[in-house]
C-alpha cells in the first residue's frame, strides 16, 4: 500500500488563532496546496485523519486534538475576511448598505453547516467546506437589495463563486472535479437564472444575464482569476528561478518555461527535481508537462535505463498520488511510481476517477509521442506493478514470456543486455511446473545485471530471486507467485 504524501515545505505544528500569517496561510492552502492542508491535518494526528470515515460522530475526536480545534476556531474569522470584500464591491456596486448582522449571521451559520456537511468527506473536506460555506452564506445575507441588477454585478458574483465551488471539488476529489463541477455548475447556474430572470428582465435580457453570470462562474473553476499572478512569474522563471508551478498545485492552464523549469530542477538537484516532476504530474491539468520533462531528461543521459531506475528507487515515489481522505481513497488511490512509469509509456492511467481522462485527450498533442524501448519498459513495469497484488496473493497465473519483445529490446542501452538475460532466466524459472524443470533452466550462467530487475519497484536488494531459491518457492504449480516484483534474480 503507498505511504501518505510528504509536505515539502513548512508546516506548522499547530495554526494559532492569534497568528494573523496563519489565516494567510491556511488560505494559500485551501486555494492553492490543498496537499499542504491534509499534510499538516495528517501530521497532527493520523489515527484522527482517518477517522473521518465515522461521519459527523468524528467532530467530537477532531475537537479534543489542539490543531484540529485551533483550526474550527479560525474557520468563521477567515470565512469572514474572504467574504467581506466581496459584500463591500456589491454593496458599493448596488449603493446600498452593508447588512453587518446578516454579513455575521450568514458566516456562522455557513461555516457551521459546511463543516458538517463536508466532515463526512475528510476532515480537510469539511475545512473546505466549511470556508466555502462561511464566504457563500456571508454574502448572501450581507448584501441588501437586489443582487442581481447588472452585468458586472452578476460577472463578479460568479467569477468568485466558480472559484469557491471549483476549490471545493478540488480538495475533495481532485483538481479535474474542481473544474468539471464548476462549469456544470456555471451552465446550471446560467439556465437558472435566465429562466428566474426572464419575466421581469424578458426572455432576451434574462437569457443574456444568465448566459454571462454561467459564463462568469466557468471563468471562476478554470481559476483565470489566478492567471495573470502566475503568469508574469512565469515569465521571469528563466531569470529568477521561480515558478508558480512550484506552489500551486491546481494550475488549470499552461505557463510558459514550465518544462525548462523542471528540466533545470531535475539537473541541478535530481532528488528535489524528481519530487518537484511528481507534484506537476499530480495535477492532470500539468501531467503533460511531466510527461516531457521525463522523457526529455532519461534520453539526454548517457545511461538512459540507469538513469531511470534510479529515479524509480526514490522512496518519495511510495507515496500515494493524492492525499487521500476516506476509506475508499485508501483502498484505490495509486502511488507515484506506477503513474509514472504509465505517463513515460504515454498511457492514460485511471489514478482517481475517469474525469482524468479527457484532461489526458485534450493535452496529448502537448505530449512526447515518440516510442522508445525505455517507454516500453516503462509500460512493463507499470503492468507489473498493476498486477503486483494478485501476483502476490497467486490469484493470477503469470507468465513473464509475454514481454520478452520488450526486456529484449534493452540491449539498446548500456547495461541492457544482461537486465534481459535476466529477465529471460527469471521467465523460464516461472514458467516451470516441477523442481526438475527449474532446476535445468537454473543452469543457465547468465551475466550478472548491473541493474537489478526488482530494485526501482520494491526495493529489495536481496538474493530472494536467485534460482535456488526459486527451487523453495516451487510448492504448487502456480508458481506465478515469484514474480519480478519481489524478487532479484542476478545477484545470488
Known amino acids: 500500500m503507498p505511504t501518505f504524501p510528504t509536505y515539502h515545505g513548512r508546516l506548522p505544528a499547530c495554526l494559532n488563532p492569534l497568528n494573523p500569517y496563519h489565516y494567510l496561510l491556511l488560505a494559500y492552502w485551501i486555494f492553492m496546496r490543498p496537499t499542504a492542508l491534509k499534510c499538516y491535518l495528517y501530521q497532527a494526528d493520523p489515527r484522527a485523519y482517518r477517522a473521518a470515515d465515522e461521519g459527523v460522530a468524528a467532530l467530537r475526536i477532531f475537537w479534543q486534538i489542539r490543531a484540529y480545534r485551533h483550526l474550527w476556531l479560525m474557520l468563521p474569522l477567515l470565512a469572514l475576511g474572504l467574504s467581506l470584500p466581496l459584500v463591500l464591491l456589491v454593496s458599493w456596486l448596488q449603493g446600498t448598505p452593508v447588512a453587518w448582522a446578516g454579513l455575521a449571521r450568514g458566516v456562522a451559520w455557513g461555516v457551521a453547516a459546511g463543516v458538517a456537511a463536508g466532515v463526512a468527506a475528510g476532515v480537510a473536506a469539511g475545512v473546505a467546506f466549511g470556508v466555502v460555506g462561511g464566504v457563500a452564506f456571508g454574502v448572501t445575507f450581507g448584501v441588501t437589495g437586489d443582487v442581481a441588477v447588472g452585468v458586472s454585478l452578476g460577472v463578479s458574483v460568479g467569477v468568485v463563486a466558480g472559484v469557491l465551488v471549483g476549490v471545493l471539488a478540488s480538495v475533495v476529489e481532485g483538481v479535474v472535479e474542481g473544474v468539471a463541477v464548476g462549469v456544470t455548475f456555471g451552465v446550471a447556474v446560467g439556465v437558472a437564472v435566465g429562466v428566474s430572470l426572464g419575466v421581469s428582465l424578458g426572455v432576451v435580457g434574462g437569457v443574456a444575464f444568465g448566459v454571462v453570470g454561467g459564463v462568469a462562474v466557468a471563468i471562476g473553476a478554470l481559476r483565470l482569476p489566478f492567471y495573470p499572478v502566475h503568469l508574469i512569474p512565469a515569465l521571469l522563471s ?76 526514490d522512496p518519495s515515489l511510495d507515496e500515494y498520488v493524492y492525499a487521500p481522505l476516506t476509506g475508499f481513497h485508501w ?90 538475460a535476466a529477465y529471460g532466466l527469471m521467465a523460464r524459472c516461472l514458467a516451470c511446473g516441477t523442481l526438475a524443470e527449474v532446476g535445468e533452466a537454473a543452469k543457465e550462467r547468465i551475466a550478472t545485471p548491473r541493474i537489478s530487475t526488482a530494485s526501482p519497484l520494491s526495493h529489495n536488494a536481496g538474493g530472494e530471486g536467485h534460482p535456488e531459491a526459486a527451487k523453495e518457492r516451487i510448492a504448487t504449480p502456480r508458481i506465478s507467485t515469484a514474480s519480478p516484483l519481489s524478487h532479484n534474480v542476478g545477484e545470488g
Open 331 to 420: 483502498q484505490r488511490y495509486l502511488a507515484l511510481r506506477q503513474l509514472l512509469c504509465a505517463e513515460l509509456d504515454q498511457r492514460w492511467l485511471k489514478s482517481s476517477n475517469d474525469s482524468n481522462r479527457w484532461v489526458y485527450r485534450l493535452s496529448r498533442w502537448l505530449r512526447e509521442r515518440r516510442v522508445t524501448p525505455l517507454t516500453r519498459y516503462a509500460g512493463m513495469l507499470e503492468a507489473l506493478l498493476a498486477a503486483q497484488q494478485e501476483l502476490e496473493a497467486g490469484e493470477e497465473p503469470f507468465d513473464l514470456r509475454r514481454y520478452q519483445e520488450i526486456y529484449g529490446g534493452l540491449a539498446a542501452y548500456p547495461g541492457g543486455t544482461e537486465l534481459g
Open 238 to 313: 528563466p531569470w529568477t528561478r521561480r515558478h508558480p508551478l512550484a506552489w500551486d498545485e491546481l494550475t488549470v492552464l499552461p505557463l510558459p518555461f514550465s518544462r525548462r523549469f523542471l528540466l533545470r530542477q531535475l539537473a541541478q538537484n535530481e532528488a528535489a527535481g524528481l519530487r518537484l516532476l511528481a507534484q506537476v504530474a499530480r495535477n492532470p491539468f500539468q501531467g503533460y508537462v511531466a510527461q516531457v520533462v521525463l522523457y526529455r531528461y532519461l534520453h539526454a543521459q548517457a545511461d538512459p535505463l540507469h538513469a531511470y531506475y534510479r529515479l524509480l528507487r
